[in-house]
């Protein structure tokens, strides 16, 4: 085998829009508007028409989307959050942004998302108590979808507000309903890694709700409902007029880029469905997963990523430590009273493989072929 195959490969990804990339950005330096502008404008227009929603804000980045999102709804210091801790720590981060407590949720062993049994009886437990929870933020993970209509139910059923954190689910759909489309809110992140990324930090909150996206809208920019005259405590987060620019030529090309991503996880499951050693990642019936990660399950992890890493083949752990186990999070106010045995149980055992649209069949095969020798 010549050469390392990657988790990811950035310049291969933007090869073929670089041309495109480079005009949008001579454009803005050109036009000389560097914050704001028809740009943001158009890119937030242009997402809310892909996500199927009313309203796009564009902000600095994920976690301050999520955070704002937390705010717009009105959520104060001490209110209770539920959230799953196996996810970015950004999720729990933006908890904290807003002086919120994260209170945590187990996931469903087979799609690793929240349980909605595990939901429940979280809700259940600090309704008895005289600070219930105000929140959810169900995770879609891996580009996976939450179980979200069984999680729409719980939030009616207990008077909880919806925040889905999408960072990881560009284009990821129940039926015909992209996520994003489902909570009272959603944030997404467009970090370069992710399905939809920029060239640096960027982040969007969607909303078919007009006076959360004016909430939201306001919180961003200083709290501003007009210029220079702060109606409420706000921040600084703006999506960068030169990202929003470059996320509008990429965009275009979102949908094959993860059809390109199924067609690797696709090839990887015919390939490695014969290993009884490996647990594959499951994807729903009614379900489109777009593989942010294609993430397997072994208990002999630890060994694969040494003998994959001999073969020059990259893999990494999304997320080696659950949230919850973390000292920040330990030393920090967060309720843990329900078993978060599945959370623990998968973070021993996870392991990412690439499956970004730049890698060819070949490399694929390469990697499928190495997981092989491992195992015999």
């Known amino acids: ?36 502008g028809l740009e943001v404008s158009a890119f937030e227009q242009e997402w809310s028409m892909f996500t199927r929603v009313n309203h796009t804000v564009g902000v600095g980045n994920g976690t301050d989307a999520l955070a704002i999102c937390l705010r717009a709804l009105g959520i104060q210091a001490g209110d209770k959050v539920a959230t799953v801790s196996l996810s970015a720590v950004a999720t729990a981060t933006a908890i904290h942004l807003a002086n919120a407590v994260p209170v945590w949720v187990d996931i469903a062993p087979s799609t690793l998302t929240m349980c909605p049994g595990s939901l429940q009886e979280v809700l259940h437990l600090h309704r008895q108590t005289p600070n219930p929870i105000k929140a959810i933020i169900p995770v879609h993970l891996y580009g996976h979808p939450a179980d979200m209509h069984a999680i729409m139910a719980l939030a009616r059923q207990y008077d909880c ?9 560009h284009g990821a759909a129940i039926g015909t309903s992209l996520c994003g489309s489902f909570g009272d809110m959603a944030a997404f992140s467009f970090y370069p890694t992710k399905n939809l990324g920029c060239i640096g930090d960027g982040g969007a909150i969607c909303t078919n709700d007009d006076s959360l996206a004016s909430k939201a809208r306001i919180i961003a ?30 965009l275009p090309y979102l949908s094959t880029e993860n059809n390109r991503r199924r067609e690797l996880a696709s090839q990887y499951r015919q390939r490695l469905n014969d290993l009884t050693q490996l647990v594959l990642p499951l994807e729903c019936t009614g379900c489109t997963h777009v593989y942010h990660q294609f993430v397997i399950r072994t208990k002999q992890r630890n060994q694969l990523m040494d003998f994959l890493a001999l073969r020059t083949i990259e893999s990494q752990i999304h997320y080696p430590t659950p949230i919850h186990l973390q000292p920040a999070f330990q030393t920090l106010l967060s309720h843990r009273q329900v078993s978060l045995i599945n959370t623990e149980l998968a973070c021993d055992t996870l392991v990412s493989i690439p499956v970004h649209p730049a890698l060819s069949n070949i490399e694929a095969d390469q990697v499928s072929q190495a997981i092989h020798d491992f195992f015999q």
């Open 161 to 169: 507000a919806v925040v889905e954190d999408c960072a990881q689910a």
């Open 1 to 36: 085998m010549s050469g390392k195959i990657s988790m990811t490969n950035l310049p291969t990804l933007f090869a073929p829009y670089q041309e495109e990339i480079k005009q949008a950005v001579s454009k803005v330096i050109d036009a000389g508007i560097y914050v704001g």
């Open 221 to 250: 920019q200083y709290g501003w409902k007009e210029r220079n005259f702060s109606v409420i405590p706000g921040q600084n987060s703006r999506l960068d007029t030169l990202q929003a620019a470059i996320l509008r030529k990429r």
